[in-house]
């Protein structure tokens, strides 16, 4: 069976600071990852996806990056944090294209 | 553009009622519908989900009704239970073209016992 784990569980982070949030998925070779955001009570927005090593595209700019250092792991991260990225953030996958998206446990981030 | 639209945005049911959750879409390229819930705190997790190919998708006390014609959804949830409050997101995607997942706005269902 297929585990994602996000890291970590939770942040409270500056202003301004750097930011890296992390995924792993195991159980699942060359699975399809994706990032999420979803402010406090609001919708999930797709941020970036990735269907191989090395290879991230970005869906929306939330002056975010993302990269996929190996095949079951998928980094986003920031120099600068803003106030506005306070949020959950989900790292999701799929087996391929198009199919059912499954999500992780999430990363709630809070940035004063 | 809200490409997805979800109503009511909240619903209250008294356990043993069915809800009715609604979502419709504009992308007629759409072809694969997702339901998600999400209890507080937690991530979502997908529910039900249905092709085009069909008008009907079944899983227990949860049945989608498609229609493709008028591009609108609906999720029915019968004899509700206290357990199912949750919010609700209706997704879609296109097999060709966009990678994106596109979410509705949800509905929070509240089943009151």
């Known amino acids: 069976a297929q585990t994602i784990h996000q890291w970590p569980v939770a942040e409270i982070k500056a202003v301004g600071s750097p930011l890296s949030l992390g995924c792993t998925i195991k159980g699942k070779s060359s699975p399809n990852l994706y990032w999420y955001w979803q402010a406090t009570g609001g919708t999930l927005q797709q941020l970036f996806y990735s269907i191989t090593v090395g290879q991230v595209e970005s869906v929306v700019q939330l002056n975010l990056s993302a990269s996929r250092p190996k095949d079951d792991q998928f980094i986003l991260s920031t120099e600068k944090l803003l106030l506005s990225h306070s949020g959950f953030y989900l790292c999701?996958?799929?087996?391929?294209?198009?199919?059912?998206?499954?999500f992780g446990p999430g990363t709630r981030l809070l940035v004063l | 553009q809200q490409q997805v639209r979800q109503s009511p945005q909240s619903l209250t049911v008294w356990e043993g009622e069915t809800a009715i959750l609604n979502c419709s879409y504009e992308?007629?390229?759409?072809?694969?519908f997702p339901w998600y819930w999400q209890f507080p705190r937690e991530s979502p997790a997908l529910l039900i989900a249905?092709?085009?190919?069909?008008n009907k998708k079944e899983d227990g006390r949860f049945t989608i009704f498609f229609n493709k014609r008028e591009k609108k959804l609906s999720l029915h949830i019968t004899d509700s239970q206290p357990g199912d409050s949750a919010t609700y997101f209706c997704?879609?995607?296109?097999?060709?073209?966009?990678?994106?997942?596109?979410f509705g706005s949800g509905t929070q269902l509240t089943v009151m016992p």
């Open positions: 999701a996958w799929s087996p391929g294209q198009k199919d059912t998206q499954y």
């Open positions: 992308d007629s390229t759409f072809d694969y």
């Open positions: 997704a879609a995607i296109a097999s060709s073209g966009s990678w994106q997942l596109i």
């Open positions: 249905i092709r085009p190919v069909s």
